[in-house]
């Protein structure tokens, strides 16, 4: 015994033994923080599913108030946060020819009427109780895109001229004259217009008195998708791959970059240009110099995508049942939404709800995911 007890006393055991001891609390210590690294983001489940009974969901948009979906034979319905299950449905009659567009308490939608004498309709709905506050009828067309402009909405009938509408008296505040036949709507920032012309111009007009700011020739190739920077720069994405920057005040190119395959969809983030192409890669770019700042690839084509609020970038991929969701701030990935066997969603059908859930508009129906331990009853 007391060899062993003055053993354990001896100076030299008794450093190598407390080095041992404090070598044990930092492996512990670096196993939770790496532990807490490698673990990432919480994986998204399924909360619940809407499917309609007839026919199919056209389009969604989702606010504090519920999701709306609008359905085939013009019914126009609202879905509870959390549980998609229906608060309201409104019977519109004809046929809904538009997005939704959800501006404060008001929900927007155009209508094509299956009378004799078609018309479309504007129709102005309360989004708390589903009743119909007021009824405009607009320009006859086959489609329409409506956007928020402000304290305005930007109705854009698909072969006519675009107009303002004024959404406190609810009156035109007059059409573009910017705009001649022929020309493609391609974005606004709510003070800005961005057309093409058939002979590829680019078309830039105030949303306020509907006059051009300014023409760019623009290049040849379709146009899929186009921003307008605030540094004063239409960047535009063509079929060809090409990514394109033009300054609106000197009418010349800033700079080209080149993708393996046509634009998917083209974002302004911070400064920067977001980019999904054909060639299986998402790039963001230098608004500046067209510059790659970085390239993450894809596990096949591109269908859909969304900017989510945490800074995540959801994409829908040809062949993939599930959305992947990538970094903005270095392209890698960060989280996956895992959907059913041979289900695709639907192109603009990511959707970001208000309490920070994913609704994915599929070909199976209506899909809200939050992430682990986020669903609501």
């Known amino acids: 015994m007391s060899s062993d007890k003055s053993s354990f006393q001896d100076p030299h055991i008794l450093h190598s033994f407390r080095l041992l001891i404090s070598l044990a609390l930092l492996l512990l210590l670096a196993g939770g923080v790496l532990g807490q690294q490698l673990s990432g983001p919480s994986p998204y489940s399924l909360c619940s599913t809407y499917v309609p009974e007839i026919g199919g969901i056209i389009t969604a948009a989702a606010s504090s108030t519920g999701i709306a979906v609008a359905e085939n034979k013009g019914r126009v319905r609202l879905l509870g946060n959390g549980t998609l299950e229906t608060v309201w449905s409104a019977e519109l009659g004809g046929d809904i020819v538009s997005n939704l567009l959800i ?10 009427t299956s009378s004799e004498e078609p018309s479309s309709r504007l ?13 405009l009828e607009v320009i006859l067309d086959r489609s329409f895109l409506l956007k928020r402009a402000g304290d305005a909405i930007l109705i854009v009938p698909s072969s006519s001229a675009p107009a303002v509408l004024r959404t406190t008296q609810l009156t035109y505040s007059g ?22 012309s058939a002979d590829g111009r680019l078309k830039v007009a105030s949303i306020l008195t509907g006059e051009p700011i300014s023409e760019i020739s623009g290049s040849s190739g379709k146009i899929e998708g186009a921003v307008l920077s605030t540094a004063g720069r239409v960047i535009q994405g063509k079929n060809g791959g090409e990514i394109r920057a033009e300054a609106i005040n000197s009418n010349g190119r800033d700079w080209s970059f080149k993708t393996g395959g046509t634009v998917v969809f083209l974002k302004s983030l911070n400064g920067k240009i977001l980019s999904a192409s054909n060639d299986n890669f998402l790039y963001l770019l230098s608004e500046e110099s067209g510059k790659v700042v970085w390239r993450g690839r894809l596990p096949g084509r591109p269908l859909t995508g969304a900017l989510l609020k945490d800074g995540s970038i959801a994409v829908a991929v040809l062949g993939e049942e ?34 920070g859930g994913i609704a994915a508009l599929t070909s199976r129906g209506l899909r809200l995911y939050a992430a682990s331990g986020g669903c609501t009853r």
Do not use: H
């Open 175 to 196: 059409n573009f004259t910017a705009w001649t036949p022929g020309d493609v709507f391609l974005f606004t920032d709510g003070e800005r217009a961005l057309f093409a």
């Open 322 to 355: 599930r959305l992947l969701l990538f970094d903005s701030t270095n392209g890698k990935p960060r989280n996956t939404i895992e959907l059913e066997a041979n289900e695709e969603v639907q192109p603009g059908g990511i959707i970001e709800t208000e309490e």
């Open 103 to 112: 501006s404060g308490d008001s929900l927007y939608v155009v209508t094509n």
């Open 123 to 135: 129709r102005v709905i309360n989004i708390e109780t589903g009743l119909i506050r007021n009824s």
